[in-house]
């Protein structure tokens, strides 16, 4: 079992940059898939972006595509969602999220086994 809990959320204008980061409180990531997906308000969770057990591949939605950079270390423990460009279509609660080391996709919400709480991100116009 895995415990995530993420962090770095907050309000920004639209073009600004912020990194989100994802720490295991409990357990390991080393042998998960790590995922990144988002929920606006009234809306579904959506994938956003997700990484290898290694971090070799990474996977984007077209939206963040050139935009998000994500990323792990798996000797601390973290996983990472660098974004710029930020505009306020993005604005929703950030998930960070674990997956098991193969099967489904992980551009499908129900693939994650755990999940953090969630940190809020606004962009502003």
């Known amino acids: 079992q895995v415990r995530l809990v993420e962090s770095g959320g907050g309000l920004v204008q639209a073009g600004d940059s912020l990194r989100l980061s994802c720490a295991a409180s409990v357990g390991t990531i080393t042998n998960y898939r790590m995922g990144w997906l988002r929920q606006a308000p009234g809306k579904e969770r959506t994938f956003v972006a997700g990484i290898s057990v290694s971090g070799g591949d990474t996977y984007y939605a077209d939206s963040v595509k050139g935009r998000f950079t994500c990323s792990r270390d798996n000797a601390k423990n973290m996983v990472y969602l660098e974004m710029s460009s930020l505009e306020p279509e993005d604005t929703a609660v950030y998930y960070c999220?674990?997956?098991?080391?193969?099967?489904?996709?992980?551009?499908?919400?129900?693939?994650?086994?755990?999940w953090g709480q969630g940190t809020q991100v606004t962009v502003s116009s």
């Open positions: 999220a674990a997956a098991g080391s193969f099967g489904s996709s992980l551009r499908i919400p129900s693939t994650y086994a755990y």
